[in-house]
Each structure stands twice: as structure tokens, then as C-alpha cells.
């Protein structure tokens, strides 16, 4: 039968699949916004081909004014119809741009096989979990919910949550 424990930490690389720290120049005329959507979309591409996926786009807001050195524009890419908040800071007169994300990506079958082996090891029994098909986008610090079940017919709700873009805990709901 699976018990609650104490939250737990798992390193799950794999699952949190996000680009973070990019940078980009753009033309002292001005920041480029169609350029930095399409940079963001590319480097976004490319953490996500880890879990075969891609955005179908990038918004980023246009104030009517340039933005100043330190100003953040929060983006949105979309990723199978879902948002994942994109946050830009201009860091000098250039317009060099960096970025990180503000949600984490989950492979909803892939975090549920990683995770079930690490619950596994926790309880000291087999564990089998239902974390859904697809992808889920994430806050960071909120997250969402696995079902699990072991080989005697114990079942238990994890508690999934993205702590940061490379920790995600989990915890055993009573």
C-alpha cells in the first residue's frame, strides 16, 4: 500500500524540458519584435526536440515606445495549443536580449515512467503512474497530478510540482 512520505526532490531533466539565459542582438534602430519571436521560437525548438515537439508561435507585446535597458516583455509561445510565458530582458542601448521561460514543459508519459521509478524506490514497492498523455505547461512553483497504483491494488494521488525549470519534487497526498 502506498504511504505518504516527505516531499521528495527528483532531478527530472528529461521532463522539464525548457530553453533558459538566451540571447539575442537586434539592430540599435529599435528592437526587432518579428526577430525576437522568431529567436525564441528557434531556441525554444530546439529544447523541445528532445519530446518531439514544436510552437506553432511566439507573440511578444510592442509598447508604443522602444523599451529601455532592464524593461521585460513577457512573450507567449504557444506548444500544442497551450502558453508557455516567455520572459525577455533588454540588457543594454543595443537591444541585446536575453530570456528564460517562466513554465515548465512536461512529457506527461515520459514524467510519469521516470517518476513511477522513483516513487518506486521511496515506497519500497512497484509503483505504476497515470500523469495523462501529451504535454502540460507548468508555473513554475504550481504543478498538477499523477495517479498511482502498486502491484497489491494501493492507490494514492502524487502531487507533481515544478519547483524551478530543473527540479521537480513530488509528494504522496494523503
Known amino acids: 500500500m502506498l504511504r505518504p512520505s516527505a516531499t521528495r526532490a527528483a532531478v527530472v531533466m528529461l521532463l522539464a524540458v525548457v530553453a533558459s539565459a538566451c540571447s539575442f ?11 525576437l519571436e522568431e529567436g525564441i521560437a528557434e531556441e525554444l525548438n530546439a529544447s523541445y526536440a528532445s519530446i518531439d515537439r514544436s ?14 535597458v532592464g524593461d521585460q516583455l513577457v512573450c507567449t509561445a504557444t506548444l500544442e495549443g497551450q502558453a508557455v510565458r516567455v520572459q525577455a530582458t533588454v540588457e543594454d542601448e543595443d537591444f541585446n536580449v536575453t530570456f528564460n521561460t517562466l513554465d515548465v514543459v512536461y512529457e506527461l508519459t515520459d514524467t510519469a515512467e521516470l517518476l513511477a521509478a522513483d516513487i518506486s524506490e521511496a515506497v519500497g514497492v512497484p509503483v505504476n503512474l497515470n500523469c ?33 525549470i530543473e527540479d521537480t519534487s513530488w509528494e504522496i497526498l494523503e
Not at 542582438?25 to 526577430?35: C, K, P, R, T, V
Not at 507548468?138 to 515544478?162: H, R
Open 25 to 35: 542582438s537586434f539592430s540599435i534602430g529599435g528592437l526587432d519584435y518579428e526577430a
Open 55 to 68: 510552437v506553432e508561435g511566439v507573440d511578444c507585446p510592442e509598447p508604443d515606445e522602444d523599451p529601455e
Open 132 to 164: 495523462g498523455e501529451g504535454i502540460t505547461v507548468v508555473p513554475i512553483g504550481e504543478g498538477f497530478q499523477c495517479s498511482a497504483t502498486d502491484a497489491g491494488g494501493g492507490t494514492a494521488t502524487i502531487q507533481v510540482t515544478a519547483n524551478d
